[in-house]
């Protein structure tokens, strides 16, 4: 098993066949003595990469880039994302206040989907004159205009449909279908942008999707878009111009590895959603999360020790379930490198944390390179969904956190101390 092939998806390699396991330049060895286990780090170089793609493969579209803040909310890669021109995806007045600590002059470009929001949160996404509502009910319009005209900010929405589009993708991830919570049924949207037609305090400034995350194919893209753009164009004939289509996230990545054409990827989707909006002239918007920061990221940690137990074998690590719950949760795979190679033949094993449950397990009767107690383990394509998802299980504290930009590495998060963790109780 190798962290690297020629092609590969990943920042992490070992430069020569003897040395340990390297972000760009790098060593995850050096970051780990350095900061400790469990440790989380990242590339900013493929972050930025993977931006690049989708901005090179719709070059001939209008188009925005709204990152998916939930899928790694470190400030460090917001502002990182910002930079270079991002806009922000977010589901919570949490999340917006980050883009606005992180980047406060990318506000105009975020979009704020979810399916609760609060008057609270609504109030202060309106004050900081964001560029869109996602909006999910009638009931939620209703709300966001009693709030716009409260402020007196008139506010631009869009209505996020669900599109009867089956995503094959893990249920728990799966959303564009009618007996899912998200969205708009379609058939009713029309409807609704005609009763708001002419508003005070509401402009129709878009219609969003998103049908599921960690999806595979271009082709639900491709199906749920043309139903987009048939609403679009109906509505058009009504007078009603939308100036947006957001096309939601979800494009999938390839956790085993292997031959994965990140760039071929993206062009791909963004043919199958260019054909689907043929004639739709406005803004599109795309909400990424997974692919853009998945693949740049690995999370470290040491073996603390290897246990038999009758004909199985039990490698312990220092990080757990809480520090990256997908394995537990969605039945995930991740692949599982050792940060300096042993001689010797892999073997059968479970990879598991020191939590007190069955399902803290990063991998069960995986075929492991040998490693020994001390050694240190990277999982990698652990950048998205990891630490966003990470919690103080157990009282455990949260890895700390770096970024490899250009050959240099820096903390971008310490790890926490019991003090961070005990602050907000009392006896
Ligand atoms: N936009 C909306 C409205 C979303 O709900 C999501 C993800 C995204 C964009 C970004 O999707 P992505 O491009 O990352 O697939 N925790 C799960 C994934 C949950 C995704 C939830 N929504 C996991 O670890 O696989």
Known sequence: MTAESASSP????????GSALHCGKVSLDALARRHGTPLYVYSADQIVERLRMFDEALAGRDHLVCYAVKANSALAIVKLLADKGAGFDIVSGGELERVLAAAPEAAGRVVFSGVGKTAAEIDRALTADILEFNVESEAELELLAARAKKLKRKTRFALRVNPDVFAETHPYISTGLREHKFGIDIRRALAIYRSVAGHRWLEPHGVSVHIGSQ????????AALERLNKLVRQLRREGIALKSVDAGG???IDYHGGAFDAAARVREYAVAIDRALEGFEGRLLLEPGRFLVAQAGALVARVL???RNGSKTFVITDAAMNDLIRPALYQAYHEIVPVKRRAGRPRTVDVVGPVCETGDFFARDRKLAPVEPGDLVALLD???YGMAQSSNYNTRLRPAEVLVEGGKARLIRRRETMADLLAPEML
């Open 305 to 307: 020790q290897v246990k």
């Open 10 to 17: 990943r920042p992490f390699h070992y430069p020569q066949p």
């Open 250 to 252: 979800g494009l999938g």
């Open 215 to 222: 999806i595979r194919s271009a082709d639900p893209f491709g």
């Open 382 to 384: 652990a950048g998205a």
